[in-house]
């Protein structure tokens, strides 16, 4: 009986150590945990924050250790569209899409409940508040400035957070159709009034040049003449007509023949 509970003994007291060996394995493998390059591990412990660990392999107390892994990548997200009044009271439809990315992981998980959604629900509002402020033009035509000021406003209400907000771009603007009619009406009416505005000017510049001629005819009368018969002629060539001139006609002709001959003879 002694040598049958000294064997069930040291039987007993084997298991005990295999298990015991067994759960420190499993406690060891728990404990060891990795992050990534881009990744990093805010661990509590007790519920007390007691720092970051990563990038790489690092060990945790098991049940004790409890951690949060945050990426440090950039992270975008579009903005859902937004209806928004212009300062003009102009309804329109935007689009975006935001940047940003953790560079304080600890400030991340401690300050705000979920900083993604937190980032999202903020550009949403900024986006609406500051697009109210502007005119439709101001609008349509300076998007990068407006994106520039929203950025700098939600940077600057994340940055608390851990959370640094490198862009917004404003994607698209959807108009109403009348609206889109009116801008095409008042594009073409732009367009007249510089084709006008051209033909203004050429009138003009025109008018200085036949001002000039005047003079010039005015010191030389059969100059006038001469130049009323190559018109007579061109019209005549060009509409197949017999031109009819007035009585004095032939005398103003034989002046300037004779002009002509005494220039040559000069």
Known sequence: MPVSNNNMASADYSSLIGFVIIAFL???????????EYERAVIFRLGRLIGTKGPGMFLRIPIIDIFNVVDLR???FDVPQQSVITKDNVTVEVNAVVYYRVF???KAIVSVENFNLATDLLAQSTLRDVLGQVDLDELLTERDKLG???TDIIDSSTDPWGVKVTALAIKDVELPDVMQRAIAKQAEAERERRARIIIAEGEY???ERMALAAVQYAKNPSAIRLRELQTMTEIAREKNMVVVTTAGAPQDLATILGLVKAEKKK
Request: a positive charge.
């Open 205 to 207: 510049q025109a008018s």
């Open 26 to 36: 499993i406690l060891f493998a728990a404990s060891i945990k990795i992050v990534k």
């Open 104 to 106: 304080e992981p600890e």
């Open 148 to 150: 520039k000021r929203i």
């Open 74 to 76: 950039v992270i975008t």
